[in-house]
T-cell receptor
Framework: ETGVTQSPTHLIKTRGQQVTLRCSSQ?????VSWYQQALGQGPQFIFQYYREEENGRGNFPPRFSGLQFPNYSSELNVNALELDDSALYLCASFLQSVSGANVLTFGAGSRLTVL | GNSVTQMEGPVTLSEEAFLTINCTYTATGYPSLFWYVQYPGEGLQLLLKATKADDKGSNKGFEATYRKETTSFHLEKGSVQVSDSAVYFC???????????FGTGTSLTVIP
């Protein structure tokens, strides 16, 4: 089975620009979460998508938005980029179930630098 | 609120030394607890988990026991190897399908 793949792996933007990051979830998984990992920090939850709808959101402003497609792949969009948006953006997928704790499968991330 | 606190690094050990990385948590409910590991240039990988009090998670020689009375989930390994060099993250989630809360990570370097 294929794991979680993210693209692009690295990108550089300037303040005020917009960016789109993409994620293909692991085969068999129906839920995608996005996390922001600043340098030297742990991942911070941005939001989560299940059945093409956002079903959880962390403490991030509305300029962070996303989509999930019928094939369970996902996009993260960030508008009006700020310097503090520079981070590693991690996508994680899992099969949502009613029993047991879900285990996140992470991609390698997209490294965004905002100048 | 919900949060995870890890011992600060970096930690440097000689090969075959004993490893402990401390992790404590605060949760509004009954969390499941995890340790994830991140190797350079890679995403996070699940190392082990425990879903209820007194459970012990184990994998690749690493162990951690869910201690509800001390709200802790310390990671231990009896004999570390150079290949264990990575950043280790403690995390919790409160229910199925919910967000994960991660600690700030502890960097481990093992020298031959």
């Amino acid at each position: 089975e294929t794991g979680v793949t993210q693209s692009p792996t690295h990108l550089i933007k300037t303040r005020g620009q917009q960016v789109t990051l993409r994620c293909s979830s692991q085969s068999g998984h129906n839920t995608v979460s996005w996390y922001q990992q600043a340098l030297g920090q742990g991942p911070q939850f941005i939001f989560q998508y299940y059945r093409e709808e956002e079903n959880g959101r962390g403490n991030f402003p509305p300029r962070f938005s996303g989509l999930q497609f019928p094939n369970y792949s996902s996009e993260l969009n960030v508008n009006a980029l700020e310097l503090d948006d520079s981070a590693l953006y991690l996508c994680a997928s899992f099969l949502q179930s009613v029993s047991g704790a879900n285990v996140l499968t992470f991609g390698a991330g997209s490294r965004l630098t905002v100048l | 609120g919900n949060s995870v606190t890890q011992m600060e690094g970096p930690v440097t050990l000689s090969e075959e030394a004993f490893l402990t990385i401390n992790c404590t948590y605060t949760a509004t409910g009954y969390p499941s607890l995890f340790w994830y590991v991140q190797y350079p240039g890679e995403g996070l990988q699940l190392l082990l988990k425990a879903t209820k009090a007194d459970d012990k998670g184990s994998n690749k020689g690493f162990e951690a026991t869910y201690r509800k009375e001390t709200t802790s989930f310390h990671l231990e390994k009896g004999s570390v190897q150079v290949s264990d060099s990575a950043v280790y993250f403690c995390a919790l989630t409160l229910m199925t399908g919910n967000q994960f809360y991660f600690g700030t990570g502890t960097s481990l370097t093992v020298i031959p």
